[in-house]
């Protein structure tokens, strides 16, 4: 039987998978957990075979848990099922270390499909995601090249920004100069060629470090 965590904010998601996706008599649910920061906590000490792992989540989004996981438990295979894509996230999120993704409007038999490849080894795209891939590609100078190209530091500041904090703000709460913080504010400006604050919004939503509306 293999261990398996879910860690998705939505509730009914979360009971659906536990009650009608995955069979309990291959699946035992060692976590679950609405939370990303806890979930990822309670991920690494489980250290089960097998994760579901939306990208949105409270607290710690699923790119960095992502991050975690693939340094602190490498054999864990890691299933994306999230309602938010595109070309840079998709392609962080592989090059991170993501063994599938599945899209949220895919049919439930789309993620059934990708449990039982990524679970037993393989690797699973949606066909939504499977095109947005290709698209990526194709296009491997896109400004959605994805944010690896940004320092964890540029990435802080990004989320931030995206949250609506003020530059003055955002000195505080990472505990670094204002002068500092408009640095690295410029450089990840320059890095992906975006100049205002709506566009960075969009794009740390589109690559998964903020929720819509949050």
């Known amino acids: 039987m293999k261990t398996v965590a879910i860690i998705e904010d939505q509730t009914a998601i979360r009971q659906m998978m536990s009650q009608a996706i995955l069979n309990p008599e291959e699946f035992e649910i060692v976590v679950e957990s609405g939370d990303g920061q806890i979930g990822c906590d309670q991920t690494l000490e489980a250290k089960p075979d097998f994760v579901i792992l939306d990208v949105m989540l409270p607290n710690c989004n699923g790119t960095e848990i992502l991050r975690k996981l693939a340094k602190e438990l490498p ?7 999230s309602a938010y894509q595109s070309p840079g996230l998709v392609r ?3 090059q991170t270390g993501a063994h599938g993704f599945v899209e949220k409007s895919a049919p439930l038999s789309e993620l059934q499909k990708g ?9 699973y795209f949606g066909p939504d995601v499977a095109l947005l891939l290709r698209n990526a590609m194709a296009d491997p100078k896109s400004k959605e090249a994805g944010i690896n190209i940004l320092t964890k530091r540029e990435r802080q500041i990004l989320q931030l920004i995206a949250e609506s904090n003020s530059t003055k703000k955002i000195a505080k709460i990472l505990d670094i100069s204002v002068k500092t913080a408009e640095n690295h504010r410029t450089n ?6 975006l100049h205002d604050v709506a566009s960075l919004t969009r794009y ?3 690559n998964g470090l903020v929720i819509l509306g949050s």
């Open 75 to 81: 054999k864990t295979r890691v299933l994306i099922f």
């Open 92 to 94: 962080e999120l592989l």
């Open 115 to 123: 449990i039982e490849i990524v679970s037993s080894g393989g690797s």
């Open 188 to 193: 990840l400006m320059r890095k992906i060629d």
């Open 204 to 206: 740390a939503i589109n």
